[in-house]
């Protein structure tokens, strides 16, 4: 997909729903994921454009609302001390 039909999707995306409908859909998650995945492997100057860009999407994180760039290493974070957790979790079951 070009990188122009790509940003249209999202804005397109944007112009429609409410961020939290969006963050709702796990397709639309999954279309911000590639998104970020997808921007090291941009040229440095494309990279900058985009990274901008991307922050003016807002979404809401523990009732804050933050740019969606950092949104999604939020929940990555998260994500990561749930998992952490479960195994602390586990280990002390073991005790």
Do not use: C, W
């Not at 709702?24 to 985009?50: F, I, N, S, V």
């Amino acid at each position: 997909m070009h990188k122009d039909t790509f940003l249209q999707v999202i804005e397109s995306l944007h112009e429609q729903y409410t961020q939290a409908q969006l963050d709702a859909l796990p397709q639309y998650k999954e279309l911000m994921g590639l998104h970020m995945d997808l921007m090291p492997l941009l040229p440095e100057e494309l990279r900058e454009k985009l990274s901008r860009d991307n922050s003016t999407y807002y979404a809401e994180f523990r009732g804050q609302k933050i740019p969606y760039n950092q949104y999604l290493k939020m929940k990555s974070i998260m994500g990561k001390i749930d998992n952490l957790n479960k195994v602390i979790l586990l280990a002390e079951i073991k005790l």
